[in-house]
């Protein structure tokens, strides 16, 4: 349907496009391995590009025009959120990362807006947060899969995880979930080879889940979580 930019090192190209955001001023795509943010018109056409001093793999788009990151792990304890204005000056870094936490787990859509809220996550930890449009953290949800919980080793180091060959009967988001509705949100889960669409109450605690597609098998036990929701 339409094309931006191209692969590159000239300005308005990039290397590793690994996430965009859309808003009402255009397409913004984050090339990490660059570390800038390139800004498109709707159509395609280059505004500007500028560079950031940070790896990060998620970017956002916030109300006042500054820009919310999320940085890449890499075992040290570091912000995993970084905020900046819309000069990609850093005007504040919230939200350490736990001491080894490498990740190696990747979510589609780190931030995802729903109505005037975005939320936060990253796989396969468990927890979401709620985010107005300015960035600041509103809420926190805790999700439990009970005994379809993910490993603690796995939360750290996914990909040690895998590699030690361990059974895939447990639950993890793979997406982030979106609010649709001030009371209803929906993500995809996955159970071994199964995935699900899981549609939560956070207010009234009340969850349910789908097949996504038809040629795939139910679980081997019911889906069930519990979860909680605070404020920070």
């Known amino acids: 349907m ?62 006042n025009g500054g820009f919310m990151f999320n940085l890449t792990p890499d075992g040290t304890r570091m912000p995993s959120l970084v ?16 001491e080894g936490y490498v990740g190696g787990c990747s979510t589609s859509d780190v931030f995802r807006k729903g109505g005037s809220e975005i939320s936060f996550y990253r796989s396969p930890l468990d927890t979401l947060m709620v985010l107005d449009e300015m960035g600041a953290i509103q809420a926190v949800m805790v999700f439990d899969f009970q005994d379809k919980k993910i ?22 988001w793979v997406n982030t979930p979106i609010a649709v509705n001030d009371s209803l949100w929906i993500g995809l889960v996955e159970n071994e080879n199964s995935q699900f669409t899981l549609v939560f109450n956070p207010l009234t605690h009340q969850c349910g ?22 404020l920070p």
């Not at 889940?209 to 605070?230: A, N, Y």
């Open 209 to 230: 889940s789908m097949l996504k597609t038809e040629d795939i098998h139910p679980p081997k036990t019911g889906i069930s979580v519990h979860f909680s929701c605070s």
């Open 83 to 98: 905020y900046t204005d819309s000069l990609m000056h850093i005007d504040r870094q919230v939200l350490p990362y736990q």
């Open 151 to 172: 490993p603690e080793k796995a939360k750290t180091d996914y990909m040690a995880f895998r590699r030690n060959g361990t059974a895939d009967d447990y639950l993890k």
């Open 2 to 63: 339409t094309r931006y930019g191209q692969v590159g090192q000239a300005p308005g190209e990039y290397v590793y496009p690994w996430d965009l955001d859309v808003d009402e001023t255009g397409v913004y795509i984050l090339d990490t391995n660059s570390k800038k943010v390139i800004h498109y018109t709707e159509d395609g056409r280059l505004v500007n590009e500028q560079r950031i001093s940070f790896h990060a793999d998620a970017c956002k788009r916030l109300k």
